[in-house]
């Protein structure tokens, strides 16, 4: 912060930012409690799960590791190197219509609970 007898303190870019990303976090954070809460988060991982599996990626995602455990050899593939190959093709595989359905659930749960 640039202090001065004749101006007052100013914020440089990199503590707006840092105030910025910690607001953010903070929001996020109320929005996850609210969610927890009134039980909409359970709902929501619910909605997701059923999703996922109506449209064929659990399945996608079940071969995707059948798939890797046969090429590696099952003795020598371990849960947490499966969870590592598997997470990034499992997260950018996700069909938009189920993460647009997500967002639009939260965005009227954010909208009714007024926060």
Known sequence: MNHSVNRSPTLDEDDA???FEK?????????NIK??????KEN????VRDRLVECGWKDEMRIACREHVKKKGRKDVTV???IRVITPKGR???PDSVKAELLNRIQNFIVSAAL
Do not use: K, Q
């Not at 607001?23 to 929005?31: A, M």
């Open 92 to 94: 950018a595989s996700v």
């Open 23 to 31: 607001d953010e976090v903070t929001l996020r954070e109320v929005i």
């Open 17 to 19: 930012a840092d105030d």
């Open 80 to 82: 947490d190197e499966l």
């Open 44 to 47: 929501l991982m619910e909605l």
């Open 35 to 40: 969610l927890v809460e009134s039980g909409e």
